[in-house]
C-alpha cells in the first residue's frame, strides 16, 4: 500500500512504502542484513538497492579483499555509529533466499571510520534503512569458482 505504514515481523520492524522507496526502521538487537531480507520477503520482494543505512549498532563484522584469499575479516564491538550501509540484495524468488553483497561504514568514539564488505551487523539503539526495489527477474548470482566470489549476472 503506498504512502502506508505497517509494522513487519511480528511488529519488530516497521516499514513504509512510498510506491518507490521502502523505509525500514530497526529496533535494538535486531541483526541488520537478516531485518532487511524479512522486510523483503515479506513484502515478496525478490531484489533491492539498498539505498542508505543510518544508525547505532552494538557489533559489526565486515571485511576487506585482497588480491589472493578470502577477505581480512574486522569485527568490532560497539555502540558504534552506522555511517553509510549500500549494496545489492538478489533473490532467487520473490521469497528468497537472498543473496546480499552489501558493504558498511562505521564510527566508532574517535570519529575514525571503517568499513568494507559487511558479514554481519546487530543494531545498538536504533536503524533506519532505504531499499529501492527492483522488479526484474533476470539478476542471479553465479559462483565464480576462480575468484571465489558470487558474482552478478543478468
Known sequence: MAGAARALGAGRIKHLSTGTVSILRLHPGDPVTGAIEDALRETYTRNAI??????SLSSAEFGVLPAKGPHKRVQVEGPVELVSLGGLIV????????????????????GIVKGGHLFSATVGAAAEVGLLPLHDSRLRRV??????????EF
Not at 143 to 152: G, K, M, S
Request: aromatic residues 6%; without cysteine.
Open 50 to 55: 539498498v539505498e542508505f543505512g543510518i544508525g
Open 91 to 110: 533473490g532467487a524468488g520473490s521469497g528468497g533466499p537472498y543473496a546480499p553483497h552489501l558493504h558498511i561504514a562505521i564510527a566508532g568514539h574517535d
Open 143 to 152: 559462483r565464480d569458482d576462480q575468484r571465489e566470489l558470487d558474482l552478478l
